[in-house]
């Protein structure tokens, strides 16, 4: 039985690195209300870099609502918020830590 000759072409070819995606333009998403949940800060622990949000569902996550400790991709939110604060936030799932990667202060109700 013959071994099926491997063209170093074919090789070449399958490992080209795949052509950078441009990522399209979701400005409109950033700015949709349905992707951000609200939240409630509870504690900030500038120390650790994390904050403590009383958070609705998160469906990207698919957590029910809950308080619990998040990261923060931005250090610099944390002299911004304090416990109390109402928020819009965003929250993704990096290895084992929770990340806040967008945060607003909630619009007050009327
Ligand atoms: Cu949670």
């Known amino acids: 039985m013959k071994t099926p ?13 795949a052509l950078a995606q441009q990522k399209a333009d979701d400005h409109g998403a950033h700015h949709g209300a349905a992707d951000m949940t609200a939240g409630e800060i509870r504690k900030v622990d500038k120390d650790a870099a994390k904050l403590t949000i009383k958070h609705g569902e998160l469906k990207n996550l698919d957590m ?27 929250a993704e799932k990096e290895g084992s830590a929770y990340v806040v990667t967008v945060i607003e ?6």
């Not at 990261?71 to 918020?81: E, H, T």
């Not at 202060?105 to 009327?110: I, L, N, S, T, V």
Request: hydrophobic share 55%; no cysteine.
């Open 5 to 17: 000759f491997l063209t170093p072409l074919l090789a070449a070819a399958l490992a080209l690195p």
């Open 64 to 90: 029910p609502a809950m308080t619990m400790v998040f990261q923060v991709k931005d250090k610099a939110w944390l002299d911004k918020l304090k416990a109390g604060d109402k928020v819009r936030f965003k």
């Open 105 to 110: 202060a909630q619009p007050k109700a009327d």
